[in-house]
């Protein structure tokens, strides 16, 4: 029954799109292409791989296919230009370009500012930078320009223009300014100005550069050209006003995506791409080098490649992998997505569908016969406000029919639980009855450890019915005196450490298994006793329902007159904080901790127990308190979650809420908890990023600086820094030694995913199934490590 809810749900999201968006205009335009064509000394096509976990470039050169070019490395997008190739990493950060020995050369680096796009033309590389600024203006952000040799950046115009897009030809390069509409061009002086005075005049909403001229498509979406017209390449085939949605201009030549059917068109080139090969196929996306032209075709993904300057005539299909039809990024879609990008991207983000032309009109075509009724933009209506009208009353109409299904298919999945019957489960489900309810909705709702020690009570009452306590889905109750006996008395020798509301010692039951036993210090006149019996009561009603390989496991608790006692699993390996801080292991080299692999591998557990936490848990748990020392490590180097004492319920949207006080640990919390009183999910991504950096330095949370009088600072503000200036090897454990050269591929990666956790504000955060991504990306990279890779010819140089 869940497959098929989650079936109905998905079916649902997609129907929901296709009424919202536009008719399919998914491929995005040359400044983010996922195809590039590379010319000069050998023609060269390449392209990003789909339903990979890791999107490689993979590359058609000289009649055969090329070995993936760093092949553990996730690419966004790419260009092509002359003997050169670049790539934009996933996420932005980095910039690398390959000559024609496919030897690559990092010329970008930097967290701060990550690239959205990028083009090239005969010898210089543009791209555009994503800024504060640029996202404010609503623009992509600056551009950045390097020519040949020179990887020295320069922006042109200015830091005060934000372009929507951009474009490199083989003279000049071009681009539209969000807010304005208005083209700029650069490079060649005199072609350059030329054409930034041929644009003046006119709202653009894209721009194509090719030799000696440039395309672009208005704001209403009409295909404007101007420049050289030799070679007729001017000269835009009639009747087909607002029919075009994606251009790419060659030295001579301009090819076209017809909106209206995918199918390209080209002109120019003194008529030498008029053919048949791409009759009657629908593309994607288009690329041009000098003399000719390639496309990803929509049928199966496919790259064909055509025209008088194409070496192999007979071989238009290139034998490569699907590739995917846009770029895989995390960042919010604002004109809908593109269908199966879950399966296209392999759940590494999302593939976004680029935004119409804000005037575009549909294109003017003979009347079809009359379909039956239906909402599509293309449809003849009398007026734009009847026809946006009737959109919207399709939406909520699916939107209410949606969730009739959904409620329907909700109450049968859960037992029955809407027609009177309410399914028990055996573990425990926080409930509110009716006289909870009642009060729950009052101006003095329940406290949270009332409501805790309602939920632990319900527990212990199941498990007091004659329900065996040897159940998987149950806490065994012991005596104090078994467990005092398991402790010997209690003894100080056997103390491992404390935790939310005691002391935690070493102990071993009748059965001789080994466990951690967490007893309170409570008592008549202890002042806290309220809190430690709350934390106690937490723990139990969280352990006792939650079962993930990556969470420490509840055993069994005790609760006699006042004495509070839980009793774990005993995890072998101590917690993590220890072996990265406690004195005993500070100067050990040879810790099993020293290694960049086994820090990742870590991390990513943590991450996993974390990411089950707020995403498979219902309702979901938010746990307040990630830090270092909570989280342990087993005897085969597992790493799990533990005190759940100070955990709460989230909410079951993404709504925010204010706990009574904010709770943590000094060094790990939230500053927009602490500050404004507001939890999220995204308060436990942020300690979880201060255990990444202390996992990276070695440092602890809050530590003392060695000069300036010993001066305390926070690992975040050392740490954050050094990431943004791409200089995260400054910043590294000593102890871990040198990372070969996969390795500081994945410790980089390591460092952005933390500095993007530490982001001041929730909502900049990422996500922990994100999180969980970025970290088996690393881990992959750290498993490859050994691989050709590090032993080929290929390095990357830094600047």
Known sequence: MTTIFSAVISATILFLVALSTPPPTYALG???ATIAAVYGSSTTVCSITANQPIQQIQCWSNGQLLPPILPTTSFDFLAGGRDTLCGVRSGGFSLLCWNTTFDPKRIYNDASSPLTSLAIGDSQICALTNTTDATAAGGDGNAICWRGNNVSSAQFPNGSDQFRMISSGLRFSCGVVEISSRVLCWG???????????????????????????????????VICRGNNDNGQLNIPLNTAGDYRDLALGSNHTCAIRKSNGTVICWGGNGEFSTNITDEISFESIVAGPNFTCGLTRRNFSVICWGPGWPNASAN???????????????PCACGEYPDYQTLCVGNGHICAPCAPPDWVPPISPPPVPPPPSISPESSSPSRGLRRGLLAFAIVGSVGGVAGICSVIYCMWSGGACFGKKKVHNSVQPTINGANAAQQSSSNPPSRSSTLRRQASMLMRRQRSGTSSKHADKAEEFLLSDLAEATNGFALENKIGAGSFGVVYRGKLPNGREVAIKRSESGPKTKKFQEKETAFDSELAFLSRLHHKHLVRLVGYCEEREERLLV???????????????????????????????????????ARGIEYLHSYAVPPIIHRDIKSSNILIDANWTARVSDFGLSLLGPEDDRDYRPMKAAGTVGYIDPEYYGLNVLTAKSDVYGFGVVLLELLTGKRAIFKTEGD????????????????????????????????????????????TAMHCVHLEGKDRPSMTDIVANLERALALC?????????????????
């Open 30 to 32: 040359g400044s983010a």
């Open 568 to 606: 774990y699993e005993y995890m072998k390996n101590g917690a993590l904080y220890d072996h990265l801080h406690s004195k005993s292991n500070v100067e050990k080299s040879s810790s099993v901790v020293n290694s960049w692999r086994v820090r990742i591998k870590i991390s990513l557990d943590a």
């Open 188 to 222: 060649d002086g005199d072609s350059s100005s030329s054409m930034e005075s041929d644009f003046e005049n006119f709202s653009m909403f894209n721009i194509y550069v090719g030799g000696s001229h440039a395309c672009g498509i208005n704001n209403s979406g009409i």
């Open 783 to 799: 498993d490859d490590s050994h691989g050709s890779i590090s032993s080929g010819a290929i390095s990357i140089v830094s600047d």
């Open 317 to 331: 299909e290139l034998p490569m992998q699907k590739t995917l039809p846009g770029p895989c990024v995390e960042a």
């Open 709 to 752: 009088g010993g001066e305390p600072i926070s690992v975040v503000d050392y740490a954050v820094p050094a990431i943004m200036a791409g200089e995260v090897t400054r910043i590294l454990d000593p102890r871990v030694g040198a990372a070969e050269l996969n390795e500081s591929e994945a410790v980089e990666l390591v460092a952005y």
